[in-house]
């Protein structure tokens, strides 16, 4: 038994040290639960601020609620009361400096519109069509010597000065606005020449009627397009729909015509004119039904030049075969016609970006850039090779990008739909809360089915 005792003393002794350091250990711990930064946490929890929000705006509290406020209001005044002297001081000191933090940040917004500025290519084409103006201008007037060579050159100064002589006109412009004025300038160009073949005579005056008609549709329809732009916006994708719906138009007429054999002027410039006016109605339509970007228009674009070229590659191998049977033409009139119909379907909901869009139409051009330069380096004997390779390379080109940008979405789709319905579980282990709990010896307050007590495990699934 002595012995006992003796054994039992020795280990006591020597255990001794470390249980005064783990009592000063958790006698430390314990003073730093009560700091400044978790009291002003305490006044901040969601259930207590939420009933002192209806106390300010005047609601009526349950009971529950009543007690639960008066319950944390002595616990929140027994936290104050044991935080030490420097706590207290701190908390006076930091409270608005953690209530400014934990504020919400506003999303700044910028209501005036990024301002445009002027690329060279803007400045290029601003130039070019008042190159084109004052050159129609010489030819009507029958300018001679230098004036047939100065009116294009200040007429392409004075289309460049217009955003500073007219410096509200292009107030808040957008790239949007600025892209369906050049829009409407180069249709204007095209249907007034078209108006100008129609109505005009046959013989050596057409000429100047066709600069004059299309210098004047080019400078109304632009203008027309630039201010509807401003007072009524459109979609950039509508934007692009209209200018390819509109040269589109005359294109297919126009093919339609010659498979008619038909020669007369007047007929062609009326044709060309109801292609044009056709498609334009028929843009908006297509548009409202759906909501394609410029990227999907520009796949559309450069599909219906494919397809244009396939429908070409058929009409020349029967033209190679011997035929001269003039309806053939209709073969690519309305391959043009099937491909926008077809890669409208194939893009639609895609939302393709302007980048992803020229990437493609890039791509595309320049592997039939490709084929028709392998095809000139062999020099067939038949037509057939210089309408078919270069389509056949750019419909593959196109397919291969246009999938890998599909697929690329749908992997993104997926993602986040799997993360959307994946559940996440979580857990939080704060052993310090059991040491406040125990030491603040409050009892368990529930406001409905929740304890008022810090909880020392949380755990949390979310879906």
């Known amino acids: 038994m002595a012995m006992s005792i003796v054994v039992f003393k020795h280990r006591w002794i020597r255990?001794?040290?470390?249980?005064?350091?783990?009592?000063?250990?958790?006698?430390?711990?314990?003073?730093?639960?009560y700091t400044a930064r978790g009291y002003w946490q305490e006044i901040h929890k969601e259930t207590y601020q939420r009933i002192v929000q209806k106390g300010i705006k005047g609601d009526s509290l349950t009971s529950e609620e009543k007690s639960y406020f008066s319950d944390y209001q002595q616990y929140l005044g027994t936290y104050y009361q044991r935080m030490p002297e420097t706590e207290r001081q701190r908390f006076e000191q930091m409270k608005d400096q953690w209530d400014r933090d934990a504020a919400p940040v506003p999303a700044v917004t910028n209501d005036k519109p990024e301002e445009y500025q002027w690329r060279t290519r803007d400045r290029l084409r601003n130039g070019a069509y008042g190159f084109y103006y004052g050159l129609s201008m010489a030819a009507i007037t029958n300018s001679s010597g230098g004036g047939y060579v100065g009116l294009p050159l200040i007429a392409a100064g004075v289309w460049q000065l217009g955003p500073a002589v007219f410096p509200k006109k292009y107030e808040n412009m957008t790239y949007a606005t600025l892209r369906a004025g050049n829009s409407g300038k180069m249709l204007g160009l095209l249907y007034g020449g078209a108006l100008a073949m129609a109505v005009g005579p046959s013989d050596e005056s057409s000429g100047k009627l066709i600069l004059g008609l299309s210098s004047l549709g080019s400078i109304a329809l632009g203008e027309i397009a630039f201010q509807r732009q401003r007072s009524k916006p459109v979609s950039e994708g509508q934007i692009e729909l209209m200018r390819h719906y509109?040269?589109?138009?005359?294109?297919?007429?126009?093919?339609?015509?010659?498979?008619?054999?038909?020669?007369?002027?007047?007929?062609?410039?009326?044709?060309?004119?109801?292609?044009?006016?056709?498609?334009?109605?028929?843009?908006?339509?297509?548009?409202?039904?759906?909501?394609?970007?410029p990227g999907d228009v520009d796949v559309i674009s450069s599909f219906t030049w494919i397809s244009t070229g396939l429908g070409f590659t058929l009409a020349s191998a029967a033209i190679d075969d011997g035929s001269d049977n003039k309806e053939l033409l209709l073969i690519p009139a309305a391959a043009a016609i099937a491909g926008t119909i077809i890669e409208q379907k194939a893009v639609k909901g895609l939302q393709l970006t302007p980048r992803q869009g020229s990437t493609i139409n890039l791509a595309s051009g320049g592997a039939a850039l490709v084929g028709l330069g392998i095809i000139a380096s062999i020099d067939p004997e038949k037509s057939t090779a210089y309408f078919g390779v270069p389509s056949a390379l750019a419909l593959i080109t196109h397919q291969i990008i246009l999938h890998k940008y599909k697929v690329n979405q749908q992997e993104k789709k997926l993602g986040a739909r799997h993360d959307k319905f994946t559940p996440k579980f979580s857990m939080q282990v704060t052993p310090e809360n059991w040491l406040l709990n125990k030491q603040l010896g409050e009892k368990l307050m529930f406001v409905g089915n929740r304890p008022s007590a810090q909880p020392v495990v949380s755990l949390r699934l979310t879906f």
């Open 15 to 33: 255990w001794t040290p470390f249980i005064i350091l783990f009592m000063v250990c958790i006698k430390g711990q314990s003073q730093d639960l």
């Open 246 to 293: 509109g040269t589109m138009g005359p294109g297919v007429a126009l093919l339609g015509l010659m498979a008619t054999s038909a020669d007369d002027i007047n007929l062609a410039g009326g044709v060309l004119l109801g292609g044009g006016i056709t498609g334009l109605l028929l843009a908006p339509k297509v548009a409202k039904r759906n909501n394609f970007t």
